[in-house]
Every structure is written in C-alpha cells, then in structure tokens.
C-alpha cells in the first residue's frame, strides 16, 4: 500500500497525559499537512511541512502541540498535558509540489478520545 | 478570511435521484475548488477539482462548475446510486505563499435508499 498511513488508529487517553501520532506519506510526496476534524465539522487546518521545513501553523495549533518531519518523510504530532477539547479525529495529509496539479492525499487519521 | 459554506445535511434521496449540494465560497485570492468524499471508515478521497473560472470537475458522475461570479461550486449527479452514500466535503485552496492548505466546510452526509 502507497497511499498516507498513520499510527495509531485509535488513541484513549487519560487527560493530562501526553500523546503522539506518526504520518508517513507517500513516498515521493514533499508537502505534509496535519488537519484536526470534530464531530460534525470539516478538516481544520493545524500545520504544514515543505521537506523539514515547518513553515506554517494554525492559530488552533495551541503550545502544547508540537509537530516535526526530521528527515522530511515521517511525522509526528505530540500533545502534551491533553485536555477532553483535544478528542477528534487528527488527519494526516501529503501532496507533491509539483505544477498545478495539487491533490492532497489523506490517511485514515488517528481518532483520540481523551477521557 | 477564507471559508466554504455548504448545504446542510443530512440528504436522503432515493436511488436513481438527482443530486444537488450546494457550495458557496469567500476567499481573497483566486483559489481551486474541490469536493473530497468520505466513505464509511475510509479516509477522505478527492472526487473532482476546478483549478479557474468556468472550469468544469468530473467524475463518477458527479460533476460541479467553478462559478466565479456567484462564488459557488454546486456539486451534481444526475442518477444516483446506494454506493454514493457517504459524507461530501467542499474545500478551497487559497495558493497562499506555495501553502496548499485547505479550507472545508461542514460536510453534507449522502445516504441513499434502494
């Protein structure tokens, strides 16, 4: 399978704790995005990667979420000191900067529930 | 600041129905439109694209207009079937900066009945 998987699926947390989830794009793809979607809602955009370079994050993105992409394949997403507000489904999404032809590849996500 | 406005579900229509989900956007820029899919317990899927103005996306079916003048990208299918249940995204890219970040709405559940 080639397509954007993230690890894990499913995450159940006390709160307090700190969590991390893992990305791994598609091979060849350059540009990762992490969105947070909730019940009901649409994708909301929290950060985005060209390689290693974190060169955008959303004002959602609060100071206790840190990403990385060290070699500018994986990433992660932590969460430290989680709070019930932080329980949605996390979506990973990757695409190649290549001319106009933009399409954005998403995984399944990861869902935390923190409780 | 950007955002995309869509029809409220959810919409159950019988098979071989017509299909109307409406969208409107604001953006500040000139931005590409898009309709991603969720199917049950699969991860968000592109359906079709508009990258300009009067720009036509397809497929399976499903087909939607980039039209500038009423900011809007109505999503259609003229016969639907029980496999388009699913939850219907539109989004925009705003091409802000090299950042192809998306803008969604809300989602509009589909779900058809045989």
């Known amino acids: 399978d080639t397509g954007v998987s993230q690890d894990p699926r499913h995450k159940i947390t006390k709160r307090g704790q700190n969590v991390t989830f893992r990305c791994d794009p598609i091979?060849?793809?350059?540009?990762l995005y992490w969105y947070r979607q909730t019940l009901g809602q649409g994708p909301e955009f929290l950060t985005y990667f060209q390689n290693e370079a974190q060169l955008e994050k959303s004002r959602l993105l609060s100071d206790r979420f840190s990403a990385e992409r060290p070699k500018g394949s994986f990433s992660t997403l932590e969460i430290q000191r989680t709070e019930q507000g932080d329980s949605a489904m996390y979506l990973c999404?990757?695409?190649?900067?290549?001319?106009?032809?933009?399409?954005?590849?998403f995984g399944q996500g990861t869902r935390l529930t923190v409780v | 600041g950007d955002s995309v406005t869509q029809m409220e579900g959810p919409v159950t229509l019988s098979e071989e129905a017509f299909l109307t989900i409406n969208c409107t956007y604001t953006?500040?820029?000139?931005?590409?439109l898009f309709w991603y899919v969720q199917y049950p317990g699969e991860g968000l899927q592109l359906l079709l694209k508009a990258t300009k103005a009067d720009d036509k996306g397809s497929n399976k079916g499903f087909e939607a207009t980039y039209r500038k003048e009423t900011t809007s990208f109505h999503l259609e299918k003229g016969s639907v079937q029980v496999s388009d249940s699913a939850v219907y995204f539109c989004a925009l890219s705003d091409h802000n900066f090299g950042n192809e970040k998306l803008t969604f709405g809300t989602g509009t559940r589909l779900t058809i009945i045989p």
């Open positions: 091979s060849e793809h350059n540009r």
């Open positions: 953006a500040t820029g000139y931005p590409s």
């Open positions: 999404a990757s695409s190649l900067s290549l001319g106009a032809d933009l399409e954005a590849f």
